[in-house]
């Protein structure tokens, strides 16, 4: 009893640390973090800086010989504005030289007497400068959209990679979908933040030669120019603040108006919504959140406009505090005409490059912020992984699966889905379960599958406990065909090769899996047959009806060629005769094998070795058709209800 003791103190520990494992785990968690993350502050995204380095890191590793030119290509941009300003500033001081002294009497005599040359070699100088700079600047597009293109192709990857592993439980909690969805749209558009980032590098530089010009000749008007710039820079900073916490707070009904645009308008539910008349219903919820959604953005918008024009204002008011003292300066005779083209012309370009980059800075907070809807979903740890030292799954099969007092609750849920589970399913037998609807039956084979962890007791096979084997290789031993099996939008054949993907190139073996569901006469009747892509999503797609898309799901079953074989309710568009048809085959093909199956036809649940019944998460009993029959319990009750239906 010590194994089941530890089992069961393992599994409290587990239900109490869901939500924390997962921080929004539970529905109260996840909105208190909401909350908390809407009025995310200064120290919330100075705190998701931390965000950027793992950010360049990951484009580093994407491609270092793109990031290394892009930032070679942009520190060469970053010295042409201030090197073209100076060389303007000498042309015109060489324009000014030469109509002082006064020898030009015709452009030929002027050419020819060489007093036009410095003039000319600078404006050849500052032409090759400007067509260096278009160059570059087409250079460094071309180079970074091709390294945006990887990077958020590389995401993708990472995102379904770290999706596969997370348990189904996951998938099931709604504030770990908003993260989901959260993090789903951070892998695109991330080229935003790639260029904002590269090009502040860039104006930085730029910056810098600029402010190294201007305090040669003025220093106090660095001074006068940071002056004017902060404002601007609290201003957007609070702002954006503002603006994430709205986005991050509307993630859930943001999610709902993607479900009514894709109900609205999608083939998979375009007859119930004509044969109901639902569009008006549907269109009114959308119109309803999106309005709702459009004032919050409206107000946010109107107010930081309103704002942004004032703290701007001052800025302005700067850089013409500045001109009229450059101006003055040259009036008086300590500046050229030069000098103030290229003071005035300095101090503009470092005021528009440093509010770009104060301004800047703020953006890239609140979008290291929404790249943390990224790498915190990447932070979620699933519970059910492989042991460190695991277990080779028995081969074959010997004793078979057995529960021992095994209980399972969903998270957030103060109802058991199923307890005290006690029965064995034994090597080679087709077990039935029958129950009526959340009597338990489908969670009980997600457990068998370990899909599910129990929250109290174990499964152990051959007397090993689930938890002691390689996870992989258990789910490779189990072919499982559910009620809500996916209708892959691929050809007939990848569809049944979706039972065991890497044998997809295995032509004998697909076709063979067919023929064991019945579902080689359907793919043959196809136009191209194995090669026919199934679904309306795409052209030259083929719709199958429910019963033909379920004699395909069965045949994954059959292709998988595992252990153990689960058939859940996958049969319920097939009219009797199919079902019987199927089950009779699956009899027959399961010989020597273990097998679970459920039907809420009796007259095919009879051929099973064993049932089980299940009433509301418990057994309730256990025998054979004629031996439940005898006992005259809730399964010959319902065996009675349904075969009066026939009389």
């Not at 990857?157 to 997370?166: D, G, P, V």
């Not at 603040?241 to 894709?262: F, G």
């Not at 009597?439 to 129990?454: C, I, N, S």
């Not at 009797?576 to 089950?583: K, Y």
């Amino acid at each position: 009893m010590e194994p089941l003791r530890r089992a069961r103190a393992c599994a409290i520990a587990r239900v109490e640390a869901r939500g924390a494992r997962r921080g929004t785990g539970l529905s109260e968690g996840g909105a208190a973090a909401r909350s908390a993350q809407g009025r995310a502050g200064m120290r919330a995204r100075v705190s998701a800086l931390r965000n950027l380095a793992p950010f360049l890191h990951l484009i580093w590793s994407t491609s270092r010989w793109l990031t290394a030119s892009s930032l070679a290509l942009r520190l060469l941009r970053a010295m042409l504005p201030a090197t073209m300003l100076y060389v303007g500033k000498l042309i015109i001081d060489e324009a000014v030289r030469l109509v002082d002294a006064g020898g030009i009497v015709s452009l030929p005599q002027a050419w020819d007497g060489g007093l036009l040359a410095p003039l000319a070699g600078l404006l050849a100088l500052e032409f090759a400068l400007a067509v260096a700079s278009d160059v570059l600047a087409r250079l460094v597009a071309l180079v970074e959209s091709l390294l945006s293109e990887r990077v958020t192709n590389r995401t993708s990857i990472r995102l379904m990679e770290h999706a596969a592993t997370l348990d189904l439980e996951d998938f099931e909690d709604a504030d770990v979908q908003d993260r989901l969805d959260r993090a789903r749209r951070q892998t695109m558009g991330r080229m935003t933040l790639m260029a904002q980032l590269f090009g502040q590098a860039q104006d930085l530089v730029t910056i810098v030669v600029f402010a190294a010009g201007l305090i040669a000749y003025a220093p106090w008007l660095i001074v006068l120019l940071a002056l004017a710039l902060v404002p601007a820079f609290i201003g957007e900073s609070h702002f954006n603040a503002l603006n994430y916490a709205l986005n991050y707070q509307w993630t859930p009904e943001r999610r709902q108006l993607e479900y009514l645009r894709q109900t609205g308008a999608s083939v998979e539910t375009a007859k119930e919504v004509k044969i109901f008349g639902l569009n008006g219903f549907l269109i009114g919820r959308y119109r309803d959140f999106a309005e709702r959604f459009y004032r919050a953005n409206r107000a946010l918008a109107l107010r930081r406009a309103g704002w942004g024009v004032l703290l701007a204002g001052l800025g302005t008011l700067g850089y013409y505090a500045a001109y009229a003292y450059i101006a003055w300066r040259t009036v008086s005779g300590a500046f050229s005409i030069g000098d103030l083209t290229f003071l005035a012309g300095s101090f503009l370009r470092l005021r528009q490059l440093l509010e770009g980059l104060l301004v800047g800075v703020s953006q890239v907070a609140g979008q290291a912020l929404s790249l943390d809807d990224l790498f915190s979903f990447f932070r979620i740890a699933p519970e059910i992984v492989s042991p460190a030292d695991p277990k080779p799954v028995p081969q074959p099969i010997r004793e078979g699966f057995r529960f021992e007092d095994v209980g399972f609750r969903y998270p957030g849920s103060d109802l058991w889905a199923v307890r005290h589970l006690d029965f064995t399913l034994r090597a080679g037998e087709v077990l039935a379960l029958v129950g009526e609807n959340g009597a338990g039956k489908t969670t009980l084979v997600k457990l068998l599958a370990r899909l599910y962890e129990p929250d109290e007791g174990r499964i152990l096979l051959d007397g090993t406990d689930l938890r002691e084997l390689d996870l992989d290789q258990l789910r490779a031993n189990v072919g499982v065909i559910f009620q809500d099996f996916v209708r892959y939008h691929l050809t007939a054949g990848e569809n049944v090769a979706v039972g065991r993907i890497e044998a997809r190139d295995d032509a004998p073996r697909i076709e063979a899996a067919a023929r064991s569901a019945l579902a080689d006469a359907v793919i043959e009747r196809l136009p191209e047959g194995y090669a026919q892509v199934v679904g309306r999503r795409f052209r030259n797609g083929v719709d199958l009806s429910g019963g033909e898309w379920q004699k395909i799901a069965i045949a994954r079953a059959y292709m998988r060629d595992a252990q153990l074989l689960i058939l859940d309710e996958p049969t319920a568009a097939l009219d009797a005769r199919a079902e019987a048809e199927v089950f009779a085959r699956f009899k027959a093909l399961s010989a020597g094998r273990t097998a679970v199956l459920i039907s809420h036809r009796f007259s095919s649940v009879r051929m099973a070795d064993r049932i089980l019944v299940l009433d509301r998460g418990r057994i309730e009993a256990v025998g054979s058709h004629d031996e439940l029959m005898a006992q005259h319990g809730r399964y010959a009750e319902l065996f009675e209800l349904q075969a009066a239906g026939y009389r």
